[in-house]
């Protein structure tokens, strides 16, 4: 069974870093690309970034490109998001994603970006 | 900022039919699959459909896609009162190169 828990979250203030963190186990997470989604309160779902299984591949979504960066360790199971510069418009939940035939999602977690 | 348009809403009783569209265009729906998701109240989202109309293991064959052209589908038949969702399509955009949600369908069953 796919589990993906995501972990990091949390209150920072404008400008802020934070380092969201996702362990995947249930499959062999160095054969699967990956993804973030995030879900601003009340809102619907904005996809965010996604990485290739060996990481050749990174796209971002243009609100994010510049000051988020997605990153992976194959040996840990682990997907990272590093979000940098935030503003109040990045408070949402974030998800990480398994991609392959539609996404496979964890629990989230909430940042929230306020002073 | 959706790429994808959904209606806001729908509606039925238990036991009617339901259907939800999904509006893109050639970059998007046009020329990648497209996959519906459903969100129950207070959860992560859980694939519904994937692949424009295939079912993973475990989703009720009340749930069917379908896909013309730009746009999508998602009909749900015999409307349970577990089907109160908000509802989103989702398809890769190859002008964007990311992928791309639809605005959400908050589907009420009355």
């Known amino acids: 069974e796919v589990q993906l828990v995501e972990s990091g979250g949390g209150l920072v203030q404008p400008g802020g870093s934070l380092r969201l963190s996702c362990a995947a186990s249930?499959?062999?997470?160095?054969?699967?690309?990956m993804n973030w989604v995030r879900q601003a309160p009340g809102k619907g779902l904005e996809w965010v970034s996604y990485?290739?299984?060996?990481?050749?591949?990174?796209y971002y979504a243009d609100s994010v490109t510049g000051r988020f960066t997605i990153s992976r360790d194959n040996a840990k199971n682990s997907l990272y998001l590093q979000m940098n510069s935030l503003r109040a418009e990045d408070t949402a939940v974030y998800y990480c994603a398994r991609d392959y035939l539609g996404f496979s999602w964890g629990q989230g977690t909430l940042v929230t970006v306020s002073s | 900022q959706s790429v994808l348009t959904q209606p806001p809403s729908a509606s039925g009783t238990p036991g009617q039919r339901v259907t939800i569209s999904c509006s893109g265009s050639s970059s998007n729906i046009g020329s990648n699959a497209v996959n519906w998701y459903q969100q129950l109240p207070g959860t992560a989202p859980k694939l519904l459909i994937y692949t424009n109309n295939q079912r993973p293991s475990g989703v009720p064959d009340r749930f069917s896609g379908s896909k013309s052209g730009t746009s999508a589908s998602l009909a749900i038949s015999g409307l349970q009162s577990e089907d109160e969702a908000d509802y989103y399509c989702?398809?890769?955009?190859?002008?964007?190169?990311?992928?791309?949600f639809g605005t959400g369908t908050k589907v009420t069953v009355l």
């Open positions: 249930g499959f062999t997470f160095n054969t699967y690309s």
């Open positions: 989702a398809a890769w955009d190859d002008s964007l190169n990311g992928y791309v």
């Open positions: 990485i290739s299984s060996s990481s050749g591949t990174i």
